[in-house]
């Protein structure tokens, strides 16, 4: 017995497009090229926001630095320097207040230009790290945690606080002196209405009383006649 098979019309070329009767329908269709927006959202979305934000940073730093000749400091030098002049202050206090208990007085040109950068390098430059200084100080004195990134932000925060203080003193110097300006003014007013000299008589009243002493002299001479 023979069998027969039936082939089907039917047939799928490689390329996936499908054939009726072994003609195939055309090409596949070819694929959209990807504009140039969607191009930089794939290439945003491969990248983590950290990585986003230091291209961004290294950006607008180098942009600034070029059109204005300003280097902008990163957020760890802001730090570094906060620390630097917190630590500075907070000892040459100590330094100052334990001096003063023995009736002396405290040498601030040698502490800030000799000692404190023989020990810690400037302020904006220091020879330790950050971290490091921060525990000193905690070890030192208890209103700083013993945590180096809190012992950090309660020198960054005493800095701000001191910052804070001269900047009200000095607006408060700025104020005296105003207030002195103004008496000063006030009283240079006051001797110029002093020293103005009293207004004359003006010569039409001269005249006037002139006028009249010699009316009364001619009455008494006609009175005189009149009884001789």
């Known amino acids: 017995m023979v ?3 039936a082939k089907s019309h039917n047939s799928r070329p490689s390329n996936g497009a499908v054939t009726l009767n072994g003609k195939s329908n055309g ?3 070819s694929k959209t ?3 140039a927006t969607q191009s930089q959202v794939s290439r945003r979305s491969t990248l983590t926001v950290e990585e986003q934000a230091d291209a961004l940073l290294d ?3 180098t942009t600034i630095l070029k059109k204005f000749g300003v280097k902008i400091q990163l957020r760890e030098k802001r730090l570094q320097t906060k ?6 202050e907070k000892l040459g206090l100590d330094i100052a207040a334990q001096l003063k208990k023995r009736g002396k007085t405290m040498n601030w040109q040698r502490w800030n ?3 404190f950068p023989a020990l810690f390098g400037q302020p904006d430059a220091l020879r330790h790290d950050v971290e490091v200084i921060a525990l000193v100080m905690a070890k030192l004195y208890d209103v700083f945690e013993l945590d180096p990134q809190e012992a950090i932000k309660g020198l960054v925060k005493f800095n701000q606080e001191s910052l804070a203080k001269r900047n009200s003193y000095n607006k408060q110097d700025e104020s005296d002196d105003d207030v002195d300006d103004l008496e000063d003014e006030l009283d240079a007013d006051e001797d110029e209405e002093t020293d103005e000299p009293e207004e004359d008589l003006d010569e039409d ?3 006037d009383f002139d006028t009249e002493e ?3 002299t001619d009455e008494d001479e006609d009175e005189d006649e009149d009884l001789e």
């Open 83 to 88: 620390v630097g002049h917190a630590t500075k």
């Open 59 to 61: 950006r607008v730093r």
């Open 27 to 29: 090409a596949a269709k």
């Open 3 to 5: 069998t027969t098979t």
């Open 205 to 207: 009243s001269e005249n």
């Open 33 to 35: 090229p990807a504009t």
């Open 214 to 216: 010699e009316d009364d």
């Open 113 to 115: 230009n000799e000692v």
